[in-house]
């Protein structure tokens, strides 16, 4: 499902009124009508419900003068506010304004804060209201008149329903740009925008419906829309029955790089996590030293021991030996838990250009590559990088809070730039691929933020790999079933106790449940 701006969203109503013969008005004619019936959903009964449409003078108060329409022939007896003189009403909304006017809604012009004031009363009987105030094009924060409304229309214990998106918020993005109505149910029309979809824009939205107004689907298949939610329907392919002849080798055979003195843990929860999502066989490479740990974790793993620094990190003097692992590897992970030691990052900056197989670089590694980004050529379009946000500041040499306030533009750029798979870790986790094409994932919830999490991610991802031999369609897949596993975990023990453990622990419920849908 794309995920649009307020322009390409504008550029697609155009391409439907002027290219396709689609008139405005049966448009908005849709909207009200599918706005009426998500409402009747949750409310059988509309017609005795106490309904206030709040709306300006453009095509989201238009759109709520049909719903009033509709809802007045239903039975109800709608009001409307409308925050503009009749006369200032414009185009299509105009005609549903003369439309409604004629069939008797009460309609009431609030030209000035005191026109509201005077009205407050009707605001206070209202068991549901209507925000039909702004549409998706607002850039600066409501102000006057409308900021009055917004706030007031807040303070009451009425449902409330935004139209396309919250009056007060900007759809082009997450942050919050002024006073914006707190809605409980948002209906949008056509695709999602960015507000709707990110935090904080995100807790203004209430239950947020996608209303099917007409748009040609077609529109939404052009290339320069580069931003989408991964939907579970697309994942399909990858959590197929497999076939009864398949062994071992059918899945392939993933080299995982980990651990070091203290945080043999991550490399074990990676090839746990490896292991439980489908890998024909997992080898885990790592220091001399730790390999008993690894070892006895899990009697499925096979582990190779490597040379180690006097701190017990995997040495520079290991490259020879994890070369020789290469041969026969369909893919390498490396990274979780191998420490930043000098000797290690050597080893690390010397093995990448050698890997000649798809690479998962994660924790560690990621912090090894901050300066040394070039080593990422010879891996163009087989590498997948997993950094949580600060990790992706040190990358970039950039403030976490810069990468948070712009990470929609800072994924894509960095994966076009160097030509990888980039997966930035968090709530709506962000995976582009090297075309700078971006995937939201849907799942997941905040008791997943616990250390460890990403070695499990890491591990899951470097498996999907080689059992699907599609980088980008495996590494959605795998972030997807990580969240879901989260979703299960959470659902069971809460999110406050949640543990890295736990999303091993529930990855086979979320694999069934993945694939009885396919």
């Not at 490896?274 to 008993?292: I, W």
């Not at 905040?446 to 495996?474: F, R, Y």
Request: hydrophobic share 45%; charged share 20%.
């Amino acid at each position: 499902m794309k995920v649009l701006t307020s322009q390409q969203m504008k550029e697609i109503d155009r391409k439907t009124i002027e290219e396709i013969g689609i008139p405005g008005p049966v448009l908005m004619e849709n909207a009200g009508l599918e706005i009426v019936r998500v409402i009747r959903a949750s409310f059988p009964e509309i017609q005795k419900e106490k309904v206030l449409i709040v709306a300006g003078k453009g095509n989201n108060g238009g759109d709520g003068l049909v719903m009033a329409r509709h809802l007045w022939n239903l039975g109800g007896r709608p009001k409307v506010f409308l925050l503009a003189a009749k006369q200032d009403v414009k185009g299509d909304a105009a005609l549903n304004l003369g439309i409604a006017d004629k069939i008797g809604v009460d309609i009431v012009e609030i030209l000035s804060v005191e026109d509201w004031k005077k009205n407050k009363r009707e605001l206070s009987a209202a068991t549901l209201i209507v925000d039909a105030i702004f549409g998706t094009g607002l850039m600066n924060p409501a102000g006057g008149i409308y900021a009055t409304a917004i706030e007031d229309i807040n303070k009451t214990k009425a449902y409330k329903v935004a139209i396309d998106i919250p009056s007060g918020l900007s759809s082009d993005t997450f942050q919050i740009i002024g006073p914006a109505v707190k809605a409980d149910l948002t209906v949008t029309l056509g695709a999602p925008k960015i507000g709707h979809v990110f935090p904080p824009a995100e807790d203004w939205i209430g239950e947020l419906v996608i209303a099917d107004i007409s748009l040609p689907p077609f529109l939404f298949e052009d290339e320069s829309l580069k931003l989408e939610v991964v939907e579970k329907q697309a994942l399909m392919p990858y959590f197929k029955r497999r076939r009864r002849d398949s062994h071992k080798g059918t899945y392939g055979h993933l080299l995982i790089l980990a651990g070091s003195l203290g945080k043999t843990g991550a490399a074990v929860m990676a090839g746990k996590a490896a292991l439980k999502v489908g890998a024909g066989l997992v080898t885990v490479g790592t220091p001399q030293s730790c390999l008993p740990i690894v070892a006895r974790s899990m009697m499925e793993l096979m582990t190779e021991p490597l040379p180690e620094t006097g701190k017990k990190t995997i040495a520079r003097e290991a490259l020879p030996k994890a070369v020789k692992l290469l041969p026969g590897k369909d893919a390498v992970l490396i990274g979780p838990g191998i420490s930043t030691h000098p000797s290690t990052a050597d080893f690390v900056l010397s093995l990448l250009p050698k890997v000649k197989c798809p690479v998962v670089i994660d924790a560690d590694a990621l912090n090894v590559l901050a300066g040394h980004l070039d080593v990422l050529k010879p891996l163009a379009g087989r590498a997948v990088l997993t950094p949580h946000p600060g990790e992706f500041a040190r990358l970039l040499g950039l403030s976490v809070k810069n990468v948070l306030d712009n990470r929609l533009e800072l994924v894509p750029q960095f994966a076009e730039k160097y030509r990888v798979y980039l997966v930035l870790k968090g709530y709506r986790t962000l995976i582009a691929n090297p075309q700078g094409k971006v995937y939201i994932n849907p799942t997941g919830n905040p008791g997943m933020a616990s250390g460890g999490s990403g070695d499990v991610l890491s591990g899951m991802i470097a498996s999907l790999i080689i059992q699907e031999k599609d980088i980008l369609g495996a590494t959605l897949a795998a972030v997807y079933l990580h969240g879901l596993s989260g979703d299960i975990g959470a659902g069971r023990l809460g999110e406050r106790p949640l543990i890295a453990g736990d999303l091993i622990r529930y990855l086979p419920q979320a694999l069934k449940m993945m694939e009885e849908i396919g």
